[in-house]
Antibody
Framework: QVQLVESGGGAVQSGRSLRLSCETSGFRFASYGMYWVRQAPGKGLEWLAV????????YYADSVKGRFTISRDNSKNTLYLQMDGLGGEDTGVYYCARDFGQDTGIIDSWGQGALVAVSS | SYVLTQSPSVSVAPGQTAVITCGAH??????VHWHQQKPGQAPILVIY???DRPSGIPERFSGSNSGNTATLTISRVEAGDEADYYC???????????FGGGTKLTVL
């Protein structure tokens, strides 16, 4: 059974940094692309970043490019999102998600989310 | 950037058919996936590759993609289908995943 468990969320002041983690189990982590998606309060889903299974190819939404960094540790089955220069617009629930297979672009499994609240 | 357009809301009575659309220029050239998000919960995938259903998703959920519109159809709607539905594609031109704005399905 695929499990994705986010951690590291919380309250942070504007301008500070935060690192989210996503511990995974139930599948061969090293063979799957992984995503971060967020949802601002009362809003829709916003894709943030993807890292393909090779860990080399990474892509970012324009809204976070240069501020956020996605990474993975295949030895620990864990995905990360380093978030720097946080602002109020970054407040929301952050979801870790898995690709359907070999970098298909299909998000097929989701974690329960981690709440990030940025205050001024 | 590639933009997916969804109607904000759809309302149907129980037992009727709900049709949720996702529009974009020549969307038929892309594979469209649909995610369901119930209040207070994480999303789940309900349709992928335009019309395939993951295991555990009822046959009442179906999808299609033609021209400039992809469609999620929910037959014999139940109260438990009330949720927000998001279409999603992978835009290989920009190497970005893209979500539609979401459609809130209300079961009357």
């Amino acid at each position: 059974q695929v499990q994705l468990v986010e951690s590291g969320g919380g309250a942070v002041q504007s301008g500070r940094s935060l690192r989210l983690s996503c511990e995974t189990s139930g599948f061969r982590f090293a063979s799957y692309g992984m995503y971060w998606v967020r949802q601002a309060p009362g809003k829709g889903l916003e894709w943030l970043a993807v890292i393909w299974d090779d860990g080399i190819d990474k892509y970012y939404a324009d809204s976070v490019k240069g501020r956020f960094t996605i990474s993975r540790d295949n030895s620990k089955n864990t995905l990360y999102l380093q978030m720097d220069g946080l602002g109020g617009e970054d407040t929301g629930v952050y979801y870790c998600a898995r690709d359907f297979g070999q970098d298909t672009g299909i998000i097929d499994s989701w974690g329960q989310g981690a709440l990030v609240a940025v205050s001024s | 950037s590639y933009v997916l357009t969804q109607s904000p809301s759809v309302s149907v009575a129980p037992g009727q058919t709900a049709v949720i659309t996702c529009g974009a220029h020549n969307i038929v050239g892309k594979s469209v996936h649909w995610h369901q998000q119930k209040p207070g919960q994480a999303p789940i995938l309900v349709i992928y590759y335009n019309s395939d259903r993951p295991s555990g998703i009822p046959e009442r959920f179906s999808g299609s993609n033609s021209g400039n519109t992809a469609t999620l159809t929910i037959s014999r709607v139940e109260a438990g289908d009330e949720a927000d539905y998001y279409c999603q594609v992978w835009d290989s031109t920009s190497d970005h995943a893209v979500f539609g704005g979401g459609t809130k399905l209300t079961v009357l």
